[in-house]
C-alpha cells in the first residue's frame, strides 16, 4: 500500500502547474514566509491554492506545498490559524 501511495504522490507532484510552483517558491522566501502567520485556513489556501498533502493531529494540521525543489510547510493551531511555516530543500535564501 505505502509503494501506490508513494507512486500516486510522485505522480501528483510531477503533473504540478508550474503557477503554483513558481508560487510555493515565492511564498517560501524568508521576506514572504511570515505573510502566511496568523492566517486561517481559508487565506493560506487562498494564496497557495490546496496543499499537496494534508495531516491532521487533532486539533492541530499541517499542510504541505510542495514545488520542483522546495517543501513549503503550514502548521495550523487548533483555531485553523497559521502558527508556524518552514520550507526545505533548494528554496529561495532571499
Do not use: H
Not at 502566511?36 to 499537496?52: C, I, S, Y
Amino acid at each position: 500500500m505505502k509503494k501506490y501511495l508513494c507512486i500516486a504522490f510522485a505522480l501528483l507532484t510531477a503533473c504540478m502547474p508550474e503557477r503554483q510552483d513558481n508560487l510555493i517558491l515565492s511564498m517560501a522566501q524568508p521576506s514572504s514566509i511570515n505573510v502566511l502567520q496568523q492566517k486561517t485556513t481559508e487565506q493560506v489556501a487562498q494564496l497557495l491554492g490546496e496543499p499537496t498533502f494534508v495531516r491532521r493531529e487533532e486539533p492541530n494540521q499541517s499542510w504541505v506545498y510542495r514545488g520542483r525543489d522546495c517543501v513549503l510547510f503550514v502548521f495550523f493551531d487548533q483555531d485553523g490559524i497559521a502558527s508556524y511555516t518552514e520550507a526545505k530543500g533548494n528554496c529561495p535564501s532571499s
